[in-house]
C-alpha cells in the first residue's frame, strides 16, 4: 500500500509563513489534497489536486506537489490556522484506494 | 445545498454489530464516490471503505471481513454494517464524499462515535 509521510508538528510565529510537507514514493505523479482538522470538528478540504483551493478557503492556503514531496504552504498565518493537516491521495490502482498521511499538528506559537 | 448526516453510533461489547447511517442531502449518493473514515480518540484520519459510482467496494485490511459498506438509492442512504467489533474499531466515524475526478472528499458529515466496551 502506498505511504503518506508527514512530520508530526510544525510551529510558527503569527503572520510567518508555515510549510507543511507530505513525503510519497513519486507523489509528484499524483494529485495531492489537503485538509485542515480543528478539535471536535470535521475535517475541512483547504487544496486539491496538488494546488487548487474550494470557495471559501482564504488564499493564503497554497499547495504544490514535485518528485517525492508535496507541501502544503499557508502564508501571514493566523491564530484561527492552528489545527491539525492531513494530505491524502488516491491511489487509483491499489485495493487501498484512499491514502491519508499521518497529520501534522500545526501550532501558533 | 448539500450535507451529510450521520446516525446509528453508541456503545456496543465486543463481538457486537452496529450499523452506521449516512443521510445526503444535496446530491445523490450514487453519482459519487463514498466514504467512511474513522478516528480513533487523539489519533489521526483512518480510512475504512469506499463505494465508487459504479459499486465497486474496498475496504481497509483492518476492516476487511467485518464491516461492509452499501448504499441505498432510494432513500439516498449511506450505511457501513460493522459486524465483529473490537476495542480498537472505537472512533469517531465520518462519511465523505467525493464529486472530484481525483477523489477528494469536498463534504463531510458531523462524525459519529463509536465506543466499543464491556
Same mark, same amino acid.
Given at each position: ?13 503569527? +503572520?510567518? !509563513? =508555515?510549510?507543511? @510537507? ?5 507523489? %509528484? ?6 485538509? *485542515? ?29 514535485? +518528485?517525492? !514531496? =508535496?507541501?502544503? @504552504? ?5 491564530? %484561527? ?6 494530505? *491524502? ?21 | ?118
Amino acid at each position: 500500500s502506498y505511504v503518506l509521510t508527514q512530520p508530526p508538528s510544525v510551529s510558527v510565529a503569527p +503572520g510567518q !509563513t =508555515a510549510r507543511i @510537507t507530505c513525503g510519497g514514493n513519486n507523489i %509528484g505523479s499524483k494529485s495531492v489534497h489537503w485538509y *485542515q482538522q480543528k478539535p471536535g470538528q470535521a475535517p475541512v478540504l483547504v487544496v486539491y489536486d496538488d494546488s487548487d483551493r474550494p470557495s471559501g478557503i482564504p488564499e493564503r492556503f497554497s499547495g504544490s506537489n514535485s +518528485g517525492n !514531496t =508535496a507541501t502544503l @504552504t499557508i502564508s501571514r498565518v493566523e491564530a %484561527g490556522d492552528e489545527a491539525d493537516y492531513y494530505c *491524502q491521495v488516491w491511489d487509483r490502482s491499489s485495493d487501498h484506494p484512499v491514502v491519508f498521511g499521518g497529520g501534522t499538528k500545526l501550532t501558533v506559537l | 445545498e448539500v450535507q451529510l448526516v450521520e446516525s446509528g453510533g453508541g456503545l456496543v461489547q465486543p463481538g457486537g454489530s452496529l450499523r452506521l447511517s449516512c443521510a445526503a442531502s444535496g446530491f445523490t449518493v450514487s453519482s459519487d464516490y463514498m466514504s467512511w473514515v474513522r478516528q480513533a480518540p487523539g489519533k489521526g484520519l483512518e480510512w475504512v471503505s469506499i463505494i465508487y459510482s459504479d459499486g465497486s467496494t474496498y475496504y481497509a485490511d483492518s476492516v476487511k471481513g467485518r464491516f461492509t459498506i452499501s448504499r441505498d438509492n432510494s432513500k439516498n442512504t449511506l450505511y457501513l454494517q460493522m459486524n465483529s467489533l473490537r476495542a480498537e474499531d472505537t472512533a469517531v466515524y465520518y462519511c465523505a464524499s467525493s464529486s472530484g475526478w481525483s477523489l477528494y472528499f469536498d463534504y463531510w458529515g458531523q462524525g459519529a462515535l463509536v465506543t466499543v466496551s464491556s
